[in-house]
């Protein structure tokens, strides 16, 4: 391989050129990201990084079955490629029979981009929102609040090559912008977010005055007990709380009796209603404003997905259509043993069915209630029923008569996304949304928010 042959694309085919075993995955990813950083209504540092990681697939057909080794290495330069596929080889011939083993996928046409160069960001993308943020700065510090956050940007462009000829390739922006207002004393919080491709959809100013105005809700404050209140739950709660919901909506598990979508005495409860309400949540590589990666890319096997099924198209799902669930989560090999249609899973998630309304204007509808802003540190409690349990953040509020009367304090919370849905009473309109908790893995959503008439608040928590 010569020094100079650097391009993804190029690796990719010396990597296949190079592999003796008989089936090889390559796929490279090629990373940049751009950010930037700020606290007490001043920026403290941005970056720009750059990075690759190859990861090979190899497979190796054997009297029992197929085998596969899978490694991934990041900064591979050209001596380290051979050792690289070397090693995927010696750990497929280690390895026992791979039991999702299935034919590497075939038929699907090259990409017409897969030799150009890979996308990158650079500190361009914040042209206009960081002198924007700079006018928050000082509209902040003449109303004595002090901003907190940071804005990232990452384009990956990720090349999949196959022995069987597939020549994919997929570039992803991801943009994520959180922004904190809290009162120079600290007693005081509230938090917003963003998901964007490309910041040119975000306003500091808009945020900042949304959080002015929490902030002055938190003026008067109000202690509240342990206890199951009406709650309205913002696009950004309903996201986290449904997009664990996802993760844990695998056709396998559910089918081997283990999961919330397990059906008592066997089998999974594709077909049974889980609202009244007409919701639809779905997944779609091409919603507009959401795009995700046409194809599987998958970097190791595990649940339901195989590195098998690298390469594989991916089309628009409907996990539940109009209250009723519809798919689970499969690979092709857990498929073949539920019985259920391929439903591999795709990056981005949204819930539509709900009404026109605002999440002021639900409020304007409340009689007495709370007013989430986000939840935190969420996790499992019991996968029979995907009881969930975390914490408020960041400012819950008290409704009474239509207006938000002042701040009540955090809470920890025990609820079942699964059963949330079946309680809710009413939805409001679908809206891009940052899920807070999992920003880190999954950033492409639009939720509505939702009225539950007894979110199940257990205990108070002292977090701010």
Known sequence: MSPRTNKPHEIVERALELSRADGCVVIADEQSTANLRWAGNALTTNGVTRGRTLTVVATVDGKEGTASGVVSRSAVTPDELEPLVRAAEAAARGAGPAEDAQPLVTGVPAAPDFTD?????TSAVFADFAPALGEAFARA???GRELYGFANHELVSSYVGTSTGLRLRHDQPNGTLELNAKSPDRTRSAWAGRSTRDFKDVDPAALDAELAVRLGWAERKVALPAGRYETLLPPTAVADLLIYQMWSASGRDAAEGRTVFSRPGGGTRVGDRLTELPLTLRSDPNEPGLEAAPFVLAHSSGGDTSVFDNGLPLKAT?????????????????????GLPVAPGIDNLILDGGGEQSLEEMVAATERGLLLTCLWYIREVDPATLLLTGLTRDG????????????????????SPVDL?????????????????WSDWFTRAAMPALRV??????????GV
């Open 396 to 415: 819950v509020y008290l409704v009474e008569n239509g207006e938000v009367t002042g701040e009540v304090n955090n809470f920890r919370f025990n609820e």
């Open 453 to 462: 008439p007894d979110f199940n608040m257990s205990s108070v928590s002292q």
């Open 318 to 338: 409907e996990w539940v259509r109009e209250g009723e669930l519809r798919h689970l989560m499969t690979s092709r090999h857990s498929a073949g043993l539920t």
């Open 421 to 437: 849905l079946g309680r809710a009473t009413e939805a409001g309109r679908t809206e891009k949304t940052l899920p807070r908790e």
């Open 141 to 143: 510090r003449a109303g």
């Open 117 to 121: 160069v890979p996308a990158e960001t």
